[in-house]
């Protein structure tokens, strides 16, 4: 039998896993360290005071795995939209050698300052680049060339289609484009809002885009990879 998750139950389990499932998928992935188990925690507690949404934190498992690919295939120059408190961007630049760069575009200040103590915590606040404002017109001003070897897309669901159109000359060909939420859990069959109808509508569209290949995984609340073509 795994022993039990090194870190507290706090983030967002899948809606596809019963409680002991998502335990046993985090007991068998590799431990978050004490820097990365302490933001999770924070940002629990955040949570439970109400002066954060929950759901905006990505899981456990989901951090590992992008830590684990990003280091695996190389990445040297990434980009997020939507930073929230830095965990996924923590895994990002973790994965990222000493001189690759994580460009993060966010719109909370106060949020991103929660990020900030944890990359320096870590030692990886050199890597980082975090700017504030509208994502969209911030990735809008970038050069239209394919420096990004990663993105990952976790913002305004209704964006994503924009977020998506935008990244595409900028990614690498071979590069990947991540979308995280792209289930909604469970929604997308029988869409209740805006932003359910905009994923559902984007995850119909990618499956035949010849731009990308992609597939839909299970893994959270949906995670979609995008292979730039």
Known sequence: ??????????????????????????????????????????????????????????????????????????????IEIGTFTGFSALCIARGLPADGTLLCLDRSEEWTAVARRYWARAGVADRVELRLGEALEQLRALPVEPVFDLAFVDADKTGYPAYVDELHPRVRPDGLVLLDNTLRSGRVLDPQSDDDRALAALNAALATDPRFETVLLPLADGLTVLRVR
């Open 1 to 78: 039998m795994l022993p039990a998750p090194l870190v507290p139950d706090v983030t967002p389990r899948s809606f596809l896993l019963t409680p002991e499932m998502g335990d046993y998928v985090r007991a068998g992935s590799t431990p978050l360290d004490d820097v990365a188990a302490d933001l999770v925690a924070e940002t629990a507690a955040l949570a439970e005071r109400g002066q954060a949404p929950a759901t905006f934190q990505i899981a456990v498992e989901q951090g590992v795995l992008m830590q684990l690919l990003t280091r695996a295939l190389g990445v040297r120059r990434a």
